[in-house]
């Protein structure tokens, strides 16, 4: 039987890190990105060097305007990133993007006949949002039997999250382990366009503290 | 409190009913509309004017390529529309369609603060998408409980189906109650610009026997 996965591919540190561990498994990968209105948006070129450094069968790079609903620092011109921690779920949280994403992995899955979607989401070292946590990923789950035409006829096809209960230094230390280069990969919210990170917001500093504690070089290039 | 919804109005016959419903139960409507690589694009120009006349504070047309994924006959070319009735979910059904609306108006159900979102599936006279059954929506509405900050604040967002066990006549005779006008809809999935039906469809079929049964005069504009 064949083994088709679509992988959710934002062109960041753990996007990769699940690609090469769904590659090492076996998988045929399909990889998937969004253009989606974010200012970061030097995280796509990251993402088409990746899918074609691990020879993802085919890469879609599907825009979605979900900067029309606004709402997030991520996609609304009018709310700045911030460049300090915040309390609770920060502004940098891009309402339902999670379950827009898997939403439209579920029908591309559906499509090729993938039994599997891959997505990096982490709930130790992240940002709090609602959408990377145990219990998003296991409605969706559930919800995947019902919504489609192969769950109707039996046919499974799973999430898989392997870095969820991992340390962001765990990632690094097991993507190193794959052979990861973490220096093409793009995390900052702020990247310019040539990918290069501010190193004030949320995304640097998980990212900057995981490779400081995997006591790992950290291969980010920095603006300043 | 204020009542805000938000509508999913493709610009065919159950999601102005919708629309006319939820205005009825004195929402502030938001009406939602996608323009998704549909062949039958004509319905969001019908989505426009419902819009407008029903007062909806906003009408957001989102697009989105759904067709680079194809596998469907409404988005993909290499698929014609069929022109008679198949067995089991036919080939007009758009892998996780529903699963990426309901997805789409969650997050601007979030930003805008809006505690309930209106879809117009119907489970009786249908044409046996998976995504337009109660077991569906019900998963989606858990889903909704741990996708979003809304959700971790505790604040409820509702998905509605007023229509979901309503037979087609039943639809249209609660609409024309309340007074909607099913002229300027637009069902068939091979509409012409102009938004004229081919008759032949399923959409078409579904429609044409409900304003029969309904004993209610089909407003449908035919080509031929």
């Given at each position: 039987m064949s083994k088709k996965a679509i992988i959710l591919l934002s062109g960041g540190l753990d996007s990769i890190t699940t690609l090469a561990l769904a590659k090492q498994q076996g998988y045929f990968c399909y990889a998937l990105s969004f253009d989606y209105g974010q200012k970061h948006n030097a995280e796509l070129g990251a993402a088409k060097k990746i899918a074609q450094q691990y020879h993802a069968i085919d890469h879609k790079i599907i825009k979605l305007d979900m900067g029309s609903i606004g709402g997030s620092a991520l996609t609304d011109d009018k709310i700045n990133v911030p460049e300090s921690l915040q309390n609770g779920i920060p502004v940098t949280y891009v309402p339902a993007r999670n379950t827009v994403f898997l939403a439209f992995a579920l029908g591309w899955a559906e499509v090729i006949k993938a039994n599997a979607i891959f997505i990096g989401v982490n709930a130790v070292d992240y940002s709090g949002y609602p959408d990377c946590r145990p219990e998003f990923i296991e409605a969706f789950q559930k919800l995947v039997r019902v919504a489609t035409k192969a769950g109707v006829e039996g046919k499974e096809i799973t999430i898989f999250t392997p870095l969820i209960s991992l340390s962001k230094a765990g990632i690094i230390k097991k993507g190193t382990l794959l052979g990861?280069?973490?220096?093409?990969t793009v995390s900052c919210y702020s990247a310019d366009e040539k990918g290069r990170a501010c190193g004030k917001c949320d995304a640097c500093r998980l990212r900057a503290t995981g490779f400081a504690e995997a006591g790992i070089a950290d291969p980010t290039k920095y603006r300043d």
């Open positions: 990861v280069d973490y220096a093409q």
